[in-house]
């Protein structure tokens, strides 16, 4: 039983960091096409989650948490829009270097991962009673 107890313990842990990961790319999502309020501003900066593998004692494995948030430093994109509050002397705008399609795929990665690790939290829970009825026959 300790080992399912483990296995669930670590699938959560997953299911955890992998839900912390896509509210950061649904904010960046959301933020995609927001710009700065006035043209010495700065729009508003990609957040890259990262993942790290932290020891437990307890059950003696790595269980995954969510790591660091860090900004992604790459250029602004910028747009010709001369009537904009935001632009600047030239008439730019800059908004925030967000690809939808590289959140959208990596949004996708997390669901993935996160659907996997409730598979594995449902087949232990499934063992579980399964070696119950066994035990109680």
């Not at 501003?41 to 995954?64: H, M, Q, T, W």
């Not at 904009?84 to 705008?93: I, K, L, T």
């Not at 939808?100 to 996997?116: C, G, I, K, P």
């Amino acid at each position: 039983m300790n080992d399912f107890l483990s296995s669930l313990k670590i699938s959560a842990s997953g299911l955890h960091a992998q839900s912390a990961r896509m509210r950061v790319i649904a904010e960046n999502i959301a933020n995609a096409d927001s710009s700065a309020k006035s043209p010495n501003e700065d729009p508003y900066r990609r957040k890259i989650p990262s993942l790290k593998a932290d020891f437990n004692r307890e059950l003696g494995a790595y269980e995954v948490k969510i790591g660091r948030i860090q900004y992604d430093n790459s250029d602004f994109k910028t747009r010709y829009e001369p009537g904009h509050p935001a632009a600047d002397e030239r008439g730019y705008v800059r908004y925030p270097n967000i690809s939808s399609l590289v959140e959208q795929m990596d949004m996708r990665e997390a669901q993935r991962t996160y659907e996997a690790n409730l598979n594995v939290i449902t087949a232990s829970r499934e063992m579980m009673g399964r070696t119950l009825d066994i035990l109680r026959g």
